[in-house]
């Protein structure tokens, strides 16, 4: 395809990711729950496979004050690549607000194009009555090195009018977000449902029903041959007590596993050393996305609010295998 419908099917792709990264809780607990709170070298490594080939993913957490998550997609068959960080900062009114700081980039080897993809702001909804969700709010851009740029508005349900989980989005050249004759694409629908994009004389050109779409399954190793340091093994017995609604035993586990973790930062700082990222690097600068943040209104990097710039590091994932880690062979047996 063209570099302008390349752009609009990056845009169709990350409006078809949002349900499952903002919904998927909600949908299999029944109501959004409070996470566990991730620690300092933390991974989640999986990989999906269909017919696109093997889809690898890991996660790991580079930061802990502030938390921050760095996490790298790609698939190698079609030359597709997915890395960035994030980090959030709550707030509290009547609700609870989060702002999400970081970015992700988006590379497609064949075009050698590149899209920043920024990061939506968040609030939940249906507190007071006990049934609580994410909704998404506000804008996000992704900004393509082809030139195109695409703005999403999110919109909930308010008091009189409007529809959970909505949203809007247009597409332009660079440069032309204010002119309304240089809109070249239109999408408009619900996040969690369906959405519709439309050229600029009205014909539809890409539907899509989240409901309707099959979903390849994550695959992650089983739990007894993964790293201490990976996610499910790490906070098992915390998931098992949560699961058998023991609280005791669930403040137990997960007190076990931070009175751990302050005494290794407390012994990092009296031997001035630093936690050893597995699988990301910090960078002093990144020029790409330097340059694409300046097709977004207030857009930077935000440096002071993410520990730093966090890049994924080919060499030392090629290199990565467990124990990931001299502490991984200390946790053979459990976080005590």
Not at 85 to 91: D, E, F, I, L, V
Not at 302 to 315: M, R, S
Request: with cysteine; glycine share 6%; hydrophobic share 35%.
């Amino acid at each position: 395809p063209d570099p302008q419908k390349r752009a609009m099917l990056v845009l169709k792709w990350f409006l078809s990711t949002l349900k499952q990264q903002y919904a998927s809780r909600n949908e299999k607990l029944g109501s959004e729950k409070k996470p566990l709170n991730p620690f300092l070298g933390e991974l989640f490594l999986g990989k999906w496979e269909d017919a696109e080939g093997e889809t690898q993913l890991v996660s790991e957490q580079v930061s802990h004050h502030p938390p921050v998550t760095a996490y790298s997609i790609w698939n190698n068959k079609h030359g597709v690549r997915l890395q960035g960080y994030n980090a959030q900062k709550a707030s509290f009114s009547r609700t609870i607000h989060v702002k999400q700081v970081g970015h992700a980039v988006l590379h497609l080897d064949k075009y050698d194009e590149d899209y920043l993809i920024t990061l939506p702001a968040l609030h939940i909804e249906g507190l007071i009555t006990g049934s609580p969700y994410v909704e998404l709010n506000k804008c996000s851009y992704i900004v393509g090195s082809n030139g195109y740029t695409s703005r999403i508005d999110y919109s909930g349900k308010g008091w009189v009018s409007g529809t959970k989980n909505s949203l809007t989005a247009i597409m332009y050249p660079q440069g032309k977000e204010k002119d309304k004759h240089a809109v070249i694409y239109n999408a408009e629908g619900a996040w969690t449902d369906n959405f519709t994009i439309k050229d600029a004389k009205k014909n539809t050109v890409e539907t899509y029903h989240a409901k309707k779409e099959p979903k390849t399954t994550l695959k992650v190793a089983p739990i007894e041959e993964q790293d201490p340091l990976e996610s499910r093994r790490a906070w098992k017995r915390v998931a098992d007590a949560i699961l058998m609604g023991d609280m005791n035993a669930t403040a137990g586990e997960k007190t076990v596993i931070e009175e751990r973790q302050r005494a290794l930062r407390k012994k990092e700082t009296a031997d001035k050393q630093e936690w050893e990222r597995r699988f990301f690097t910090k960078a002093d600068k990144l020029p790409l996305c330097e340059k694409l943040f300046r097709d977004v209104p207030g857009g930077s990097l935000e440096v002071d609010q993410t520990g730093g710039i966090w890049v994924f590091d080919q060499e030392k994932a090629k290199n990565a295998k467990p124990p990931f880690s001299a502490l991984s062979e200390e946790l053979k047996n459990g976080w005590k």
